[in-house]
C-alpha cells in the first residue's frame, strides 16, 4: 500500500538548516503530487510546498519562499525539503503528504507519513 516516512528533523539552532526526506513506496510519483506541511501546538496545519506528479514543478507558501526548496529523487520515490535559516517560529511537527492533483489544500491529500519533529531553539 501506499506509505510516506518522514525523516530528518531535530533540534537546530535559529540560522541553521536542515533537509527532510519522505520515503515514498506504493505508488509512483508520476502519479501523485507530493506536499510538505507542517503543525505547531495550538496551531491549524500549514502547508508549505508542493512538487507536481509530471514535471516536477515547485510551488511554494509564503512563509517557505526564499529560504525552503523542495525537490525530489524519481528513481527512489524520494521528496526533500531542504530548510534554510531556520527560526523560532518554524518549530513545528513536519509531514508529508501525496494527493492525485495540485494543490496547498491539505483536505486534497490521500495519504500522510507519520511526521518529524523540527525543533529551532538556541
Known amino acids: 500500500q501506499v506509505q510516506l516516512v518522514e525523516s530528518g528533523g531535530g533540534l537546530v539552532q535559529p540560522g541553521g538548516s536542515l533537509r527532510l526526506s519522505c520515503a515514498t513506496s506504493?505508488?509512483?510519483?508520476?502519479?501523485?503530487?507530493i506536499g510538505w506541511f507542517r503543525q505547531a501546538p495550538g496551531k491549524q496545519r500549514e502547508g508549505l510546498s508542493y512538487?507536481?506528479?509530471?514535471?516536477?514543478?515547485?510551488y511554494y507558501a509564503d512563509s517557505a519562499k526564499g529560504r525552503f526548496t523542495i525537490s525530489r529523487d524519481k528513481a527512489d520515490g524520494t521528496v526533500y525539503l531542504q530548510m534554510n535559516d531556520l527560526k523560532p517560529e518554524d518549530t513545528a511537527v513536519y509531514y508529508c503528504?501525496?494527493?492525485?492533483?495540485?494543490?496547498?489544500?491539505?483536505?486534497?491529500?490521500?495519504?500522510w507519513g507519520q511526521g518529524t519533529q523540527v525543533t529551532v531553539s538556541s
Open positions: 503528504a501525496a494527493t492525485n492533483t495540485a494543490t496547498m489544500d491539505q483536505y486534497d491529500y490521500d495519504y
Open positions: 512538487i507536481t506528479k509530471r514535471s516536477g514543478a515547485a
Open positions: 506504493g505508488f509512483t510519483l508520476d502519479y501523485y503530487a
